[in-house]
């Protein structure tokens, strides 16, 4: 097998990956991803012990154990293009042997779940309550880079999206990914369930205005109102079908959790962001401690 070029994986001084800096052994099998760098603490203080910690530009990593459970927390900064560089930076310490540069003949997968914040799309999915997302629909681009195919389901359900929406190839190709059934059913209680969908943007891409007007202004509430069978869009955000559509290629295990801090149909904002986020952080660590 012909090894990969220092070019295409980029191996620090210290035999690290480029951005995540980070080792092979430095981390674990189970990783829970964050936005927000300083989120890793506010996870990684509920570990019963913390055996390694890296940091490089956005990219912090906490590394330690729940119980008998080893777990990493990385961070991911904000949007596609940074998961981009977080899956397959995990995926490479994971399934690239580093002194030979060649891809390992047995593959690891590895479990990948999301806690995130959100923004609600539907009036009874209210502030402060948890959605898991049984799909990630990325209208961000990121998924049409690589080679991919889509199921009958997922073809079924982005025929209807495209239908409904009226949602045009100008924009971008919309993809979808589903989530891990393996993980999504140990988050049933207490959460919501719905597909999320993930833009390349905050403002303008989840139909915010302040003083620039939009191609789409209908997106918001053609999102809303989709419907295909028992499916509905519950939430948007910022990373989730990118970890879903390159987790699902890459062979992971992933599931993307949010809290929700906005209803974009009710137009109310949670009173207190970050302690919706520490319940969803605690009722979350408690789940994976169990996950075998």
């Known amino acids: 097998m012909k090894p990969i070029a220092s070019s295409e994986l980029i191996i620090n001084g210290r035999g690290a990956i480029y951005h995540l800096d980070l080792r092979p052994e430095e981390l674990a099998t189970t990783i829970i991803t964050v936005g927000d760098p300083d989120r890793v603490k506010e996870v990684s203080k509920h570990f019963d012990t913390i055996e390694f910690q890296a940091q490089h530009r956005e990219f912090i990593t906490h590394t330690g154990y729940i119980g008998k459970k080893r777990v990493s927390v990385v961070s991911t900064g904000i949007g596609p293009d940074n998961i981009d560089i977080v899956l397959n930076e995990l995926d490479?310490?994971?399934?690239?042997?580093?002194?030979?540069?060649?891809?390992?003949?047995?593959?690891?997968?590895?479990?990948?779940?999301?806690?995130?914040?959100?923004?609600?799309?539907?009036?009874?999915?209210?502030?402060?309550?948890?959605?898991?997302?049984?799909?990630?629909?990325?209208?961000?681009?990121?998924?049409?880079?690589?080679?991919?195919?889509q199921n009958d389901e997922e073809?079924?359900?982005?025929?209807?999206?495209?239908?409904?929406?009226?949602?045009?190839?100008?924009?971008?190709?919309?993809?979808?990914?589903?989530?891990?059934?393996?993980?999504?059913?140990?988050?049933?209680?207490?959460?919501?369930?719905?597909?999320?969908?993930?833009?390349?943007?905050?403002?303008g891409p989840q139909g915010r205005v302040l003083r620039l007007g939009l191609s789409n202004p209908e997106l918001v509430d053609r999102l809303t109102g989709f419907r295909y069978g028992q499916h509905r869009i519950s939430n948007f955000e910022m990373e989730t079908s990118a970890i879903y559509g390159l987790g699902k290629l890459m062979g992971h295990h992933c599931l993307s959790l949010n809290a929700i801090v906005a209803n974009r149909v009710a137009r109310t904002f949670s009173k207190d962001g970050q302690a919706a986020v520490n319940n969803l952080i605690v009722k979350s660590l408690g789940i994976i401690e169990q996950i075998a």
């Open 92 to 149: 490479a310490l994971a399934n690239i042997d580093f002194e030979t540069r060649t891809i390992k003949p047995e593959l690891t997968s590895l479990n990948i779940i999301r806690i995130g914040t959100s923004g609600s799309l539907q009036e009874d999915i209210p502030v402060d309550g948890f959605v898991a997302g049984t799909h990630g629909l990325g209208i961000d681009n990121l998924l049409n880079y690589y080679r991919h195919e």
């Open 155 to 203: 073809k079924l359900l982005l025929q209807a999206f495209s239908t409904q929406t009226q949602f045009h190839h100008n924009f971008s190709n919309p993809y979808i990914s589903s989530a891990s059934a393996g993980l999504l059913k140990h988050f049933v209680d207490g959460f919501h369930h719905g597909i999320t969908v993930t833009c390349p943007g905050f403002y």
